[in-house]
């Protein structure tokens, strides 16, 4: 059973506003509450890869060759500039579009997916934060880590779509308003773009 110390910093960890929290957001506002839920799911499949890693011990070869942490780093900049420019481009053309639906959630969903897995943060994370809550002389540190990370996966999209949901009740304010809408939109654009450059001067 995770202890409470995990349980409250883990939280934290999710709660405060990030990479995944804004696509969220933003995506709710922009498409209303099924996507920005679409997007909660995305945001937490992401994590899989990163845990997956975690359990092979991949990200201690990431933690000791700085060309591959340098290059999922240049790539995950690359990516966030390319939403961060997306988003500002399409600013203000709020859109309610029910038609494709099934083809939006897809690809909500993947790039919600590359965010997350083009993000060299969370393989350190997952590298530094959850070993040090493995029990003590474990036999199956494995099956020790895959329960920590199955709690932070719950926790990521419930708190994921408590956004969205918020953010999708404040979107039937916002549509009365194109250059309010307009002027949230670009904001996210630019947080994103800010996440990209602090990611890009990262020291290793």
Not at 94 to 106: D, G, M, P, T, Y
Not at 181 to 203: E, G, P, Y
């Amino acid at each position: 059973m995770p202890s409470p110390e995990f349980m409250l910093t883990a939280l934290i960890v999710v709660v405060v506003p990030g990479t995944g929290v804004i696509f969220t957001v933003s995506t709710a506002i922009a498409r209303g509450t099924r996507a920005g839920i679409v997007a909660a799911i995305g945001c937490t499949l992401g994590i899989i890869p990163h845990l997956i890693a975690a359990a092979l011990g991949i990200t201690t070869i990431l933690q000791f060759s700085a060309t591959i942490f340098r290059a999922v780093r240049i790539v995950g900049v690359v990516y966030l500039l390319y939403l961060a420019y997306s988003m500002w481009r399409h600013a203000g053309t709020l859109k309610i579009e029910a038609q494709s639906s099934n083809a939006r959630s897809w690809q909500i969903v993947g790039r919600a997916i590359l965010l997350n897995l083009l993000n060299p943060k969370l393989t350190l994370f997952f590298l530094a934060f959850l070993p040090q809550f493995l029990p003590l002389g474990s036999g199956t540190p494995i099956r020790s880590m895959m329960i920590l990370s199955g709690v932070f996966m719950l926790m990521t999209l419930l708190v994921f779509v408590a956004y969205g949901l918020v953010s999708s009740g404040a979107r039937r304010v916002l549509t009365r308003s194109p250059r309010t809408i307009r002027w949230v939109q670009r904001s996210f654009a630019a947080a994103l773009a800010l996440f990209a450059v602090k990611l890009a001067f990262t020291d290793e």
